[in-house]
């Protein structure tokens, strides 16, 4: 079965992140396959809404740890970067329907999503430091905007993790579910979304949103070189290895 369904009813386009196995984490493949769905979901006149979802127990454990280091991200063009300028500058409502962990860039596309609704067990992490690299997706730019500066300190500096309700205190979810009734509420959402004047809808996000492209744009390209370079010395190469040997990454002698 393919790593992401694609579900389509009624001008609402879901997609399910279905890599269970390895908590929905993202490969290479996974993100060109996105950036590709993403850019038929803009130009589909069908499709009027689209949702990004896990399963009730994961949304998704950011990149796939051995990915990074056997396809790292090199170039301006790889599928990550493909992936975050098709999602940054999605012109139709981008709705996320997120239970369990949302890690890294699980949690990053998030403050680029219109409305984001979470199941009580979600449990949202952006852990680069501890990783030895650093943000992405324009998060060193959002989650200081959302969240305040102090509280994006906290999360990105010491990368610890926050629940649902903080997430829902600080303005990144609008609402918190159980994950039993997540999928559903989403598609209702969507559906809500899809029934109203498309061009009122779309003109809406772009006067929300277009200001700020530019700037987003800028620091994902200006984050995304950082991190490419980071991800291949040695603090990152420590981190992943101990990940992958399910033990705790030593830097003291890096
Ligand atoms: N990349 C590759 N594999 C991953 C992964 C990732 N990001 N996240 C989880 N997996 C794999 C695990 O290696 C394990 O595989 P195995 O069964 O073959 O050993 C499987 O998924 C289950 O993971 P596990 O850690 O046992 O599940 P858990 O429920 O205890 O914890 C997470 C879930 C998501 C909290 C935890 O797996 C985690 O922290 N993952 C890493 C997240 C991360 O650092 N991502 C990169 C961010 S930039």
């Not at 890599?19 to 996105?34: F, I």
């Not at 990149?63 to 396809?71: K, L, M, R, T, Y």
């Not at 420590?238 to 890096?254: G, L, Y």
């Amino acid at each position: 079965m393919s790593d992401i369904l694609i579900h389509q009813q009624g001008g609402v386009c879901t997609l399910t992140l279905n890599r269970p196995d390895k908590k929905n984490s993202l490969t290479s493949e996974m993100y060109a396959e996105l950036a590709n769905l993403f850019l038929q979901a803009q130009g589909d006149e069908q499709i009027r809404v689209l949702v990004l979802q896990g399963s009730e127990t994961v949304f998704c454990a950011g990149n796939d740890i051995s990915d990074f280091i056997e396809n790292p991200p090199n170039s301006p063009n790889a599928p990550v970067f493909k992936f975050l300028h098709a999602l940054v500058q999605f012109p139709k409502p981008l709705i996320a329907g997120v239970c369990g962990p949302a890690v890294g860039i699980g949690t990053t596309l998030l403050f680029h999503c219109d409305l984001v609704y979470a199941g009580d067990n979600a449990a949202f992490s952006m852990p680069f430091v501890n990783l030895g690299i650093c943000p992405e997706a324009a998060s060193s730019l959002l989650v200081p905007q959302v969240m305040g500066y102090q509280r994006a300190a906290q999360a990105l500096l010491l990368g610890e993790p926050f629940m649902a309700e903080a997430a829902l205190e600080v303005g990144l979810v609008n609402q918190i579910l159980p994950p039993t009734e997540l999928k559903e509420f989403v598609q209702r959402q969507g559906a809500k979304l899809a029934a109203k004047p498309l061009k009122s809808v779309l003109e809406t996000k772009r006067l929300l949103k277009a200001h700020q492209l530019p700037q987003l744009q800028k620091r994902i390209a200006e984050e995304g070189e950082m991190f490419s370079k980071m991800l291949t010395e040695p603090p990152a190469l420590e981190a992943m290895r101990a990940f992958q040997e399910r033990r705790r990454p030593d830097f003291t002698k890096i």
